[in-house]
């Protein structure tokens, strides 16, 4: 009689306790109280019937107040997301359309433009619309740094140039390293053009296109890890120095989208001015020198006239002379051109 819920005691609000009492399974003495909490707060309860005791009264008010608090903080968060995100989108919107507005103005081709899109797009998908480093900039000195070091020492690290620096001349270079990013096809540089910065890649591939004589054109692939501009390293080791900046000895490209961070010139001066007594370790000097394309290249060059040489020396010539001795002499003529423009650094 005293499990009725139509009988003579009126239960009120604990009438839904009743199945939970009744039941010997486990699982439902765990699940059941938690359903009615969850529906009776979505609900704000108003399904809770109380009697007039003042107990179980007041348990209903905080039971509807708890709702309503729940509701308001999820109706509020929910409002805060849209306006972030709607508000980046509206910044993206205009952006693209100054940038149309721009383009339309100055008549430029529709190839330019579309590469202009295309970055535009990419940009916004790797950084999400916001400048980290302008966010921080005006951050004290010391947080600055540590969360430079958090977003950029990982990334650093790939790279086979730093692995074996100080903590000290990681946290400077983390501290003074810019996020790129490039579009498929981009020349980051032209040969012959002065280097401002090297680029550290970390993610993407970049072709380094580097002229010969007579048309010829060495080329390479960079892959993650690797970097461009080590013509600035032996610049800022150089002594004595010279202000003026080295020219690019290749042509960069990227093969497709790219990530890389840039240490400028002046901050890599720094650099190196500061801690020269660890640029001059030989490991870090055979490791730029070994990920370097331009001594890459050069190698490559001769490397291939030494070995043309010696199987001649050792099993005669394997096709017609006078086609063999034509191969030979363009080998030797990039060989003695590139002995003339060996790439420099402070090995030397």
Not at 5 to 24: D, H, R
Not at 101 to 110: A, D, G, N, V, Y
Not at 217 to 233: K, N, Q, R
Not at 235 to 251: E, G, M, N, Y
Request: aromatic share 10%; proline share 4%; glycine share 6%.
């Amino acid at each position: 009689m005293c499990l009725d819920v139509n009988g003579a005691f009126n239960y009120g609000i604990y009438k839904w306790a009743l199945p939970v009492i009744s039941s010997n399974s486990l699982s439902v003495k765990i699940l059941y109280p938690i359903f009615w909490g969850l529906m009776t707060l979505s609900t704000f309860g108003n399904d809770l019937e109380p009697t007039s005791h003042w107990l179980e009264v007041i348990f209903s008010i905080c039971i509807v107040l708890s709702g309503l608090m729940l509701f308001t903080l999820l109706i509020g968060n929910i409002q805060v997301f849209l306006h972030a995100v709607m508000a980046k989108k509206r910044k993206m919107q205009l952006r693209c359309r100054d940038m149309e507005w721009w383009m339309r103005r100055r008549q430029l081709p529709s190839r330019l433009r579309q590469r202009v899109r295309h970055y535009e797009r990419q940009k916004w998908a790797t950084m999400g619309g916001e400048d980290g480093m302008e966010l921080i900039k005006d951050l004290p000195e010391g947080l600055r740094r540590d969360i430079k070091r958090h977003l950029c020492l990982d990334l650093i690290k790939k790279v086979p140039l730093f692995h074996n620096l100080d903590d000290l001349i990681l946290d400077n270079i983390c501290d003074r390293v810019k996020p790129l990013v490039f579009s498929k096809d981009e020349k980051i540089i032209r040969e012959g053009d002065p280097v401002q910065r090297m680029v550290f890649i970390v993610r993407g591939r970049i072709k380094s296109s580097q002229s010969l004589s007579k048309g010829m054109v060495a080329t390479s692939v960079l892959e993650p890890g690797g970097f461009l501009g080590d013509e600035l390293l032996s610049w800022c080791l150089r002594r004595p120095f010279i202000d003026r900046l080295p020219a690019s000895s290749a042509t960069f490209a990227c093969i497709e989208s790219t990530e890389a961070f840039g240490l400028e010139a002046n901050d890599l001066r720094y650099i190196t001015d500061h801690f020269r007594y660890k640029f001059a370790n030989e490991r870090l000097k055979r490791t730029a020198r070994y990920y370097s394309s331009n001594w890459r290249t050069w190698a490559a060059v001769n490397i291939q006239f030494a070995w043309r040489r010696y199987r001649m020396r050792t099993r005669g010539p394997v096709i017609p002379v006078t086609e063999s001795g034509g191969s030979e002499r363009r080998l030797l003529q990039y060989a003695a051109m590139f002995m003339s423009i060996r790439p420099h650094d402070h090995l030397e």
